[in-house]
């Protein structure tokens, strides 16, 4: 049975209090129409676990698992440290997702050896990729509770700190690490560029998710959705991220414009791939901060006239956002 598994952060806006103006400005008929036929469950998974969903299916913790690819073992515990920007919205301290800091490999390894050389003793820093880095500590993190940067890019960084027993160290540490990014003559650089500044860190690890559904081999992310050709056979599961960031950050008006184009291209081509039998069963997942939404639709589902033709959008995002 072809499958397709399809990823939609940000497709619900996430504060309901503004339902009521985001009513009159949007339908989303496609879509609205294949909810109120399919089945829709609720799990608990967030936008991370999908994210990386490859490395997880590991079944380790995903510093652990870099850990590994990195041949490491040395320390007591490791994590997963992301270079970010901290910027103050009236009393909210807000964490933005760092592909906005547009680093580059020598900025990265030169505040990695920054880092390494003012903690030398304590703590080590690791490459993975421009964006990601590992941290190995040598304390233990058993009860640690700790949230991926991605899940939370938008929100109060206040409400999200890592919890545990061990807590105070790692906020300590977060302190410290800011304050030697606040003096770092790079962000002067980068501020003279018109750059962001990194002016912070976040500190964090996942455990592996159980999922519903098997995602096969290969988890594409694609913002446009070019990969939904007729040649469907070249993807399993497809991750569509185009409404997220401007949800995340509250950008109602470019929400709007991404969510009606969702609407008008991918719904519709959704829907004529379960036609024409290109897919005989479809599962649209839509994370968010405090869960994820699953529907479960098959190509029989939408010969189901008996059932609710649509939703108008509101009716949907509340139901959703139950």
Request: charged share 20%; hydrophobic share 45%.
């Amino acid at each position: 049975m072809k499958q397709l598994n399809l990823i939609l952060p940000g497709l619900i806006w996430p504060n309901t209090a503004d339902y009521e103006y985001l009513s009159s400005r949007i339908k989303l008929p496609q879509f609205s129409n294949l909810f109120a036929k399919g089945k829709l469950s609720r799990l608990e998974l967030n936008v991370s676990d999908f994210v990386y969903a490859e490395q997880l299916s590991s079944g380790l913790n995903l510093a652990n698992y870099y850990a590994k690819e990195l041949g490491l073992n040395a320390h007591v515990a490791y994590m997963l440290l992301e270079p970010t920007h901290l910027r103050l919205d009236r009393d909210r301290l807000l964490i933005s997702e760092p592909a906005l800091l547009q680093l580059n490999s020598a900025e990265a390894q030169q505040l990695i050896g920054e880092i390494n050389g003012y903690f030398s003793g304590e703590l080590e820093v690791f490459y993975i990729s421009d964006e990601l880095w590992l941290i190995g500590l040598n304390f233990a993190l058993d009860d640690v509770v700790s949230y991926p940067l991605i899940d939370i890019v938008g929100e109060n960084i206040d409400e999200f700190l890592p919890s545990g027993n061990e807590r105070l160290r790692l906020h300590k540490l977060i302190n410290e690490i800011q304050m030697l990014l606040f003096n770092l003559p790079l962000n002067k650089l980068r501020e003279d560029e018109g750059l962001l500044s990194i002016n912070s860190v976040w500190i964090w690890d996942k455990a592996p998710a159980k999922f519903a559904f098997e995602f096969g081999t290969r988890l594409a992310n694609n913002s446009n959705f070019n990969a939904l050709t007729d040649d469907f056979a070249a993807v399993t599961s497809l991750i569509v991220d185009k409404a997220y960031y401007p949800a995340c950050y509250r950008d109602s008006f470019s929400w709007l414009e991404v969510v009606a184009e969702l609407d008008n291209l991918l719904a519709a081509k959704l829907s004529n791939l379960l036609n024409s039998r290109k897919i005989q069963r479809l599962n649209i997942y839509v994370p968010t901060l405090t869960g994820c939404h699953c529907l479960q639709l098959s190509r029989f589902d939408l010969w189901k006239f008996w059932r609710k033709k649509a939703f108008l959008w509101y009716e949907l995002a509340e139901e959703l956002a139950e």
